[in-house]
């Protein structure tokens, strides 16, 4: 009953952008934590980064200085701002969120998003 939809990837030359966006729907009481992974080829699935509630971020040291993660309470949404993309940037980015509902508390992940960095 609790539904997070990432949009906003696709394909990007060598120092592009893009933002992608994640939108939580549902019998949502609360949201606590929020972040990004994201999984390429033949790899497991890393933490790219993360914002709690209130803020406070964290970001994996690869990305660090480049992307920029933000939330928004009120309309439950966040959003990963992407700079200066590089082909090691390549790979299916999710959205994933911890959620409080009347029933219980537990962890969603959105299907995915495909970021292509390449020229």
């Known amino acids: 009953q609790v539904q997070l939809v990432e949009s906003g990837g696709g394909l990007v030359q060598p120092g592009g952008s893009l933002r992608l966006s994640c939108a939580a729907s549902?019998?949502?009481?609360?949201?606590?934590?929020m972040g990004w992974y994201r999984q390429a080829p033949g790899k497991q699935r890393e933490l790219v980064a993360h914002?709690?509630?209130?803020?406070?971020?964290n970001y994996a040291d690869s990305v660090k200085g480049r992307f920029t993660i933000s939330r928004d309470n009120a309309l439950k949404m966040m959003w990963l701002q992407m700079n200066s993309l590089q082909p090691k940037d390549t790979a299916v980015y999710y959205c994933?969120?911890?959620?409080?509902?009347?029933?219980?508390?537990?962890?969603?992940w959105g299907q995915g998003t495909q970021v292509t960095v390449s020229s």
């Open positions: 914002i709690t509630s209130s803020g406070s971020t």
């Open positions: 549902g019998s949502i009481f609360s949201i606590y934590v």
């Open positions: 994933t969120a911890r959620v409080a509902t009347m029933v219980a508390t537990d962890d969603y």
